[in-house]
C-alpha cells in the first residue's frame, strides 16, 4: 500500500468503531451487516483459497469452531433445563462475537484488494488497523477541544442515555460512537501489540523503526488513557515484553533508553500541566496514577480495584460446577448478581467447565496464529500470541475479552496463509528457473 488509501483507512474505522445515528438504528444495522457479508460472499473464492491453503493451522480453527457450536447448544439449553428463558447470553455474548468475526473478515478481504502481491498482507492490516484506533481517538480529541461538536454529535447519534447521562462533557470516554469504554481501549491495545510485533521485525531484520509506527503507538497509548485503565495496563506489559526482547535478544539498549525516555517526559508533562489544565488532571488521576499504583503495589485509590473485589462474590458449589442459567438479571436488567468480572459472569451462567471449554477455543485460535505467523516472522508469532493469552488472563477480571479478539486473530491467520502461500510460490518460481 505505497499509496495512500484514505477510503480504506475510513471504512477500517468505521467498521472497528461504528456508530448509529437516532432515526432507525435497527435499520442501519441490517444495511451495514447486509454490505459487509454481501462483500464477503461476493469474495468468497479468495477466502476458499485461502482456508484449503494451510490444513494443518485449520485444524486449530475447525476445533475451535465446533467448541463455539457446542457452546451456542449449550446456552440455549439451559436457559431451557432451568427454566429461566435468559437467552441474553447468546445475544449478548455469542451473536457479537459472530459478529466481529465478519468485521474482521470484512477488513482482511478490503486490506487485500489494496495490496500488491509483493507486500505483506499481514503488515498492511497491522497498519490499517493501527490507523482505524488512531482515527478514533483523534475524534475524542476533537470533542474534547471543541465541546458544542460534542453535545452536536451526541444528540444526532443513537446511544444508551443512562451511560450518556453519566459523564460530563470533559470527559475523555467519547468518540464518534457515543461512549467509549471497555470495547475500544481493548481495540487499542490489540493494535499497539501488533505495532510492537512489526517494530520487531523490522528489528529483526536490522531495519530501522519507521516514524510512523511511533506516531500511531502514541496515539494508540492515548486512547488507553482515554477509555480505560485496563487497556493502558495490557499496552505497558506489551511495552515491557517487547523491550525485554529488543534488549536481551538484539542488544538495542539506545532504542530501550530513548522509548523509556520519551513515556517519562510525557508522564512528566502531564504531571506538572494537571494544575494548569482540567483535563490533563482528569487524565493523571483516572489513568497514569491508577495504572502506576496497580502495577507497582498492586493497589489503587481510585477503588475501581476495590469494587471489582467486591464483584467477586461467593458462589455455591452447584453454580460453580453447573451454573444458575441466568446471564441477565430480569429485574435490573444488568449482569446477573451484578458482577463486572468477566470469568464470573459465565460461571454463574453455564458453570466453569462451559468456561473452559471457551477459553480452550480461544487458546486453540492462538496456536494456529502463532503457527502461520512463526513461518515468515518466527518469533514474532509465538510473541503475539503469548501477549494476548496474557492480556486476556488480566482483562477477564475486569470483563469479558477474549470474545473481542476472536475475529481478529482470525483475520490475522488468514493474512499470514495468504502471505506464506505468496513467498513459497515465489521461492519455487526462483528455484525452478535456476533449474533452467
Request: with cysteine; proline share 2%.
Amino acid at each position: 500500500m505505497k499509496n495512500k488509501h484514505y477510503n480504506l483507512l475510513l471504512i477500517a474505522t468505521y467498521v472497528n468503531f461504528h456508530f448509529w445515528f437516532k432515526a432507525n438504528p435497527i435499520l442501519q444495522k441490517l444495511i451495514f451487516y447486509g454490505i459487509l457479508c454481501f462483500y464477503i460472499f461476493i469474495r468468497q473464492r479468495k477466502l476458499l483459497v485461502w482456508l484449503k491453503k494451510s490444513r494443518e493451522q485449520f485444524l486449530y480453527f475447525k476445533i475451535a469452531a465446533c467448541i463455539w457450536f457446542i457452546l451456542l447448544f449449550v446456552s440455549a439449553f439451559i436457559p431451557l433445563l432451568y427454566g429461566t428463558n435468559d437467552f441474553t447470553f447468546i445475544s449478548k455474548k455469542i451473536l457479537p462475537m459472530a459478529i466481529r468475526i465478519i468485521e474482521q473478515v470484512f477488513i482482511i478481504l478490503l486490506v487485500e484488494r489494496y495490496t500488491q502481491e509483493k507486500e505483506s498482507l499481514i503488515e498492511n492490516y497491522f497498519i490499517t488497523s493501527a490507523y482505524s484506533g488512531t482515527l478514533y481517538v483523534l475524534s475524542t480529541v476533537l470533542m474534547l477541544i471543541f465541546p458544542n461538536f460534542r453535545l452536536w454529535w451526541s444528540s444526532i447519534i443513537y446511544q444508551d442515555n443512562t451511560i450518556q447521562s453519566s459523564f460530563s462533557i470533559n470527559s475523555t470516554r467519547f468518540g464518534l460512537k457515543g461512549f467509549t469504554g471497555y470495547g475500544q481501549t481493548l481495540y487499542c491495545s490489540m493494535f499497539f501489540i501488533m505495532l510492537m510485533c512489526l517494530a520487531s521485525q523490522r528489528i529483526i531484520h536490522h531495519k530501522k523503526i519507521n516514524y510512523k509506527i511511533y506516531v500511531l503507538s502514541f496515539f494508540l497509548l492515548l486512547g488507553n488513557v482515554f477509555y480505560g485503565r485496563t487497556g493502558l495496563v495490557v499496552s505497558v506489559i506489551a511495552l515491557l515484553f517487547m523491550l525485554m526482547f529488543w534488549l536481551f535478544r538484539y542488544k538495542k539498549f539506545k532504542l530501550g533508553i530513548s522509548i523509556v525516555t520519551v513515556v517519562m517526559l510525557l508522564i512528566t508533562g502531564i504531571y506538572i500541566g494537571k494544575d494548569m489544565f482540567p483535563i490533563l488532571n482528569n487524565i493523571y488521576e483516572w489513568s497514569i496514577k491508577s495504572v502506576a499504583e496497580f502495577l507497582f503495589t498492586g493497589t489503587e485509590s481510585s477503588g475501581s480495584i476495590a469494587t471489582l473485589q467486591k464483584m467477586h462474590i461467593d458462589v455455591s458449589a452447584k453454580t460453580f460446577l453447573v451454573g444458575d442459567g441466568w446471564y441477565t438479571d430480569p429485574w435490573t436488567q444488568r449482569y446477573y448478581r451484578g458482577t463486572d468480572v468477566g470469568y464470573l459472569r459465565e460461571i454463574l451462567f453455564y458453570g466453569v467447565f462451559n468456561l473452559l471449554l471457551a477459553y480452550l477455543g480461544f487458546l486453540l485460535e492462538s496456536i494456529g496464529v502463532a503457527k502461520a505467523l512463526n513461518r515468515l516472522h518466527r518469533p514474532l508469532g509465538t510473541f503475539f500470541s503469548f501477549v494476548v493469552i496474557l492480556s486476556i488472563a488480566l482483562c477477564e477480571y475486569k470483563g469479558e475479552t477474549y470474545s473481542n479478539f476472536v475475529g481478529i486473530m482470525f483475520a490475522i491467520w488468514l493474512a499470514s496463509v495468504r502471505d506464506y502461500n505468496i513467498f513459497k510460490r515465489n521461492i519455487h518460481g526462483l528455484y525452478n528457473k535456476k533449474e533452467c
